[in-house]
């Protein structure tokens, strides 16, 4: 009900996946919040036994890393609309890893080193994620991209939290450890000279529209992410503007 009235992820791939893993996601919560624990095994009241393990999913040969061991084909025609359960794994030992911490090397030979940030503040990402920043089409690259922006909204830039959700993702093989850039805009013009224009901002760009001239022109944004300027942006003529980036205080989370 939540995903199909929010972000309504097709049941197929890598968004199928997700759907899949925010169900035992929301699944475990219920069950720490209304029993006080969590076992992190899913469907273990079945007279079979249980189905899968957020906490080890290579426990029942799901991967619990990207495009690693028992990742399945994510293909329309391969079998289980592309792997939706198996490949569940990867966010579901992302959400793990987030809640409970952990240490080791993933299947791409990353070494990690998680600290727990908790149930409640996982839970509260993953839920802010999925409804706000999630669509149809999203996949594993997109939920790392969302849940950094969700822990951001929730616990501020720079925070521990929005640290730990990057590393946890770079320990199921997704994405990088968060690097902060500050860009001066460094102008070979007069003083006082005017420069106008307006940045382009992608998601992850704090500054969505800052006018620079030779004296400011400061914006922030994360590593692997451009920094483009609008039609009309200007210069004096004849000058030379060149960009600098040097490394925020919060570049200690890489």
Not at 149 to 159: F, I, T
């Given at each position: 009900a939540v995903d199909g009235s929010e972000a309504n992820l097709t049941y197929q791939g890598e968004s199928g996946a997700l759907d899949e893993s925010?169900?035992?996601?929301?699944?475990?919560?219920?069950?720490?919040?209304?029993l006080g624990s969590n076992d992190w095994l899913f469907g273990d009241e079945r007279c079979s036994g249980y189905i899968r393990n957020l906490s080890d999913p290579n426990d029942k040969n799901d991967p619990d890393t990207y495009g690693g061991?028992?990742?399945?084909p994510t293909g329309p025609n391969d079998p289980d609309n592309g792997g939706v359960h198996t490949n569940s794994g990867v966010q579901n030992y992302w959400f793990y890893l987030l809640s409970e911490g952990g240490s080791g090397t993933n299947d791409h030979g990353w070494d990690y080193?998680?600290?727990?940030?908790?149930?409640?503040?996982?839970?509260?990402?993953a839920y802010r994620n999925h409804t706000n920043y999630l669509t149809s089409n999203a996949n594993y690259l997109d939920a790392r991209n969302g849940s950094i922006?969700?822990?951001?909204?929730?616990?501020?830039?720079?925070?521990n939290e929005q640290a730990e959700v990057a590393r946890a993702w770079r320990a199921v093989g997704v994405g990088s450890n968060l690097i902060w850039f500050e860009t001066l805009s460094l102008m070979d013009i007069p003083p006082l000279i005017y420069v106008s224009g307006t940045?382009?901002?992608?998601?992850?760009?704090?500054?969505?529209?800052?006018e620079i001239n030779s004296n400011d022109g400061i914006t922030k944004f994360r590593a692997g992410n451009g920094i483009y300027l609008n039609p009309g942006f200007k210069a004096t003529a004849g000058s030379n503007m060149y960009f600098n980036a040097k490394v925020m205080p919060c570049s200690d989370f890489e």
């Open positions: 925010f169900a035992d996601i929301y699944g475990s919560m219920v069950e720490q919040n209304a061991t028992y990742w399945a080193n998680i600290t727990a940030i908790g149930y409640n503040a996982a839970e509260r990402i922006q969700a822990a951001a909204d929730l616990y501020g830039e720079c925070s940045w382009l901002a992608t998601n992850w760009i704090s500054a969505s529209n800052t």
